[in-house]
């Protein structure tokens, strides 16, 4: 689990006691266990907390941890220092970017996986990538390329024969993919 210096919990407790409507704070990561990682801590409000967070008591305030987050928060550090500045609150998760994936793990992790480990490494020789937009109640796979892909006369082979495949391959409870991607703009294309 995380965890929160005496300083940071402080600090914390000094802007919370600040805001109104405020019942704590909610700390996640977007987009968990790939390259584009980021830990958050966000003021957290009535809406704001899923089912499945996990919530804990902290000296002056409650936190709420996101479900998903959780095995990538691992190890995580939250501290504050003072500085001429004031100070400066800094997180630490040496694991969030970390792929950490499993039978049991949501089927958005076990996507990213194969992308980020399987796909883009192929992709970049290209100078492209994809990822992962969301996954469709009916199970599909919303994609969007970037880079060398974006507008690329061969996206549509890329993403049948390639990207498709390996994921219904090791993933078969996905249905197929679909791509998001703007290839008008050719501006970065491959080909």
């Not at 996640?28 to 003021?43: L, V």
Request: hydrophobic share 35%.
């Amino acid at each position: 689990m995380i965890t929160i210096t005496e300083q940071a919990e402080e600090y914390l407790v000094e802007l919370l006691e600040k805001q109104e409507n405020v019942l704590g704070v909610r700390i996640y990561i977007n987009d968990p266990g790939t390259p584009r990682a980021e830990t958050c801590i966000a003021y957290c409000r009535d809406g704001d907390i899923q089912d499945d967070d996990l919530a804990h008591e902290y000296a002056g305030f409650k936190a709420w941890f996101d479900n998903r987050s959780l095995v990538f928060l691992e190890e995580a550090l939250v501290d504050y220092a003072q500085d001429k500045m004031g100070g400066q609150l800094t997180i630490k998760a040496p694991n969030a970017k970390m792929p950490r994936v499993n039978d049991d793990s949501p089927l958005e992790d076990r996507i990213n996986y194969v992308l980020y480990n399987e796909v883009n490494p192929s992709l970049a020789a290209h100078g492209g990538e994809v990822s992962l937009v969301e996954v469709t109640d009916d199970k599909f796979a919303v994609l969007r390329f970037g880079g060398g892909c974006q507008g690329c006369s061969a996206v549509s082979y890329t993403l049948k024969d390639g990207v498709e495949k390996t994921l219904l391959q090791q993933l078969p409870q996905l249905k197929g993919v679909r791509d998001l991607t703007d290839h008008s703009d050719r501006s970065n294309a491959f080909y």
